[in-house]
């Protein structure tokens, strides 16, 4: 008995040493607002009404959309992994990813800019219009090299912006919750616009509409971004000794977490779709149901924030990963089997309420789905540390994302192909489609993403990163970190030492 009690003792005592280091918060309130501010300006934007833009509004052919995006895609590709390289073999004082968030916040504001200007350099013209394709193409080739740099940096910062867990749960719930009051605002408006210059009740074209939103919102995000990028700091320390590109690339096929990760990407970019606002503008008649469908959900989103914190004490990480990624797609299959009714899908009031049915229920995971694939992702990143002995942050982002970019550009480009094959027709104005592509622009909307992004599902059920997993694993990353603090330390006081001598 004594025996047993000893051993039931020691099992405890190891079971303590391996409770994760909890409850110090390194990222003070000013910082945290700055957060806040840096990822409204993701979303501050028109980029859910690029579709519309480019098909109705500047005008770009959907072959050359096709075309355009799969050459932006390889280039994509390709350009990732020198990226990735570059920056995990970077370490200035600044630290590994700032200087690069700071570099990037003028020009990619700029080429944003003149993108949603380009309806003022190219007006009135056809959408094979050469000189218009040209340049529409060499912009996106740049924004493409920018933006990569600016995500992979973006991706970066919050692992290592704090060391502390919990501190990281605090930060991306605060930026999702606040966030979520006011970066919809800009795509609610343009909504409103949209159906109020298609009605003839605001006298301005649609490209004035469009320019003046894009270039604004554009200059907006990028004050915002910068702002954060001089007031952020990075803490988690990087090893002494950098990793080869051989190394940093092999490191994420290493690691089972990151390799999950990338093959769910990768299935969940079968998904095949196009914009929802296609068809409330052309088959609804009324852009606004977008704004209009999200009213209910907008009272649950904020919600959600409540009770994520008890779902993930009762439930795994890995259920709810999935539950969230997968809720909205079981919904669009329900909206398609009832818009399939008696021709419900032409029907404006009917539609309005499946969808917003649709939008209710899925807002009730919104909190879930912001937050726990954020941590997920920082978790197999620490995890790939805690295999290999350094961080790969920037080459893990990249390989975990580089076979959906594959299949994407097909993807893209196949979606913007599907619209010339089902009929559609640019430039109409809101109910002169044909009646077989208001039906498979319906299909295209709700059954077609809804299918295919199911896909998805299957890695994320072996996700292998369990409580106790996680507890040795932060356990021994903090003492390794602690000895990497010293030695650089060390090497700082020989340095001086040497200088002065």
């Not at 914009?275 to 009272?299: D, K, R």
């Not at 419900?344 to 912001?370: C, D, G, H, I, S």
């Not at 622009?441 to 409580?467: E, H, R, S």
């Amino acid at each position: 008995m004594a025996t047993e009690t000893k051993e039931t003792q020691v099992a405890e005592e190891e079971k303590a040493k391996r409770k994760l280091p909890k409850g110090r918060r390194y990222v003070g309130s000013g910082e945290t607002f700055t957060y806040v501010l840096f990822d409204i300006a993701q979303s501050f934007n028109l980029d859910n009404k690029k579709t519309y833009y480019l098909t109705d509004v500047l005008v770009i052919s959907y072959w050359w959309q096709a075309i355009v995006s799969t050459c932006v895609g390889v280039w994509d590709i390709i350009n990732d992994l020198f990226l990735a390289a570059i920056v995990d073999r970077t370490n200035t004082r600044y630290g590994k990813f700032k200087p690069y968030l700071i570099i990037y916040a003028i020009p990619g504001t700029v080429m944003a800019m003149i993108y949603w200007g380009l309806p003022v350099m190219f007006p009135e013209t056809s959408g094979t219009f050469m000189p218009k394709i040209v340049v529409y193409f060499v912009l996106q080739m740049l924004q493409n090299l920018a933006s990569s740099l600016y995500e992979i940096s973006k991706t970066g910062i919050i692992s290592t912006i704090t060391p502390d867990i919990l501190d990281r749960t605090r930060l991306i719930n605060q930026a999702n919750l606040f966030s979520s009051l006011v970066e919809n605002i800009p795509k609610q408006l343009c909504t409103i616009f949209i159906d109020l210059v298609n009605h003839g009740v605001m006298k301005i074209k649609m490209q004035t509409l469009f320019v003046y939103m894009g270039v604004g919102t554009a200059f907006c995000a990028g004050i915002l971004a910068l702002f954060f990028s001089f007031r952020v700091k990075e803490r988690v320390l990087q090893s002494v000794e950098k990793p080869s590109f051989k190394n940093a690339f092999g490191s994420v096929f290493k690691s089972r977490p990151l390799m999950l990760l990338m093959v769910s990407d990768f299935l969940g970019q079968f998904t095949v779709s196009t914009n929802v606002s296609l068809y409330y503008t052309n088959v609804l008649n009324l852009s606004s149901a977008e704004l209009i469908v999200g009213i209910p959900g907008m009272f649950v989103t904020y919600a959600s924030y409540a009770y994520v914190g008890k779902l993930r004490e009762r439930f795994s990480t890995k259920a709810l990963w999935t539950v969230g990624s997968h809720w909205g797609d079981m919904l669009y299959i329900g909206v398609y089997l009832f818009g399939s009714i008696g021709k419900n899908y032409k029907k404006t009031v009917p539609m309005l309420l499946a969808f917003m049915a649709r939008e209710t229920l899925w807002n009730f995971v919104y909190a879930m789905r912001k937050v726990v694939p954020e941590e997920i992702r920082n978790e197999a990143i620490d995890y790939g540390e805690w295999q290999n002995g350094y961080r790969t942050e920037a080459m893990a982002g990249v390989v975990k994302g580089l076979a959906r970019k594959m299949v994407s550009t097909v993807m893209t480009g196949f979606s913007s192909i599907l619209l010339g094959l089902i009929g559609y027709k640019q430039g109409l104005k809101p109910g002169q489609q044909s009646a077989r592509t208001e039906r498979l622009l319906f299909t295209m909307t709700t059954l077609l993403p809804g299918a295919t992004g199911l896909i998805g599902i299957v890695p994320k059920l072996f996700y292998n990163i369990d409580a106790e997993t996680k507890e040795r694993m932060y356990k021994e990353l903090a003492e390794r970190r602690a000895e990497t603090a010293k030695t650089l330390n060390e090497m700082s006081a020989n340095e001086s030492a040497e200088s002065e001598a």
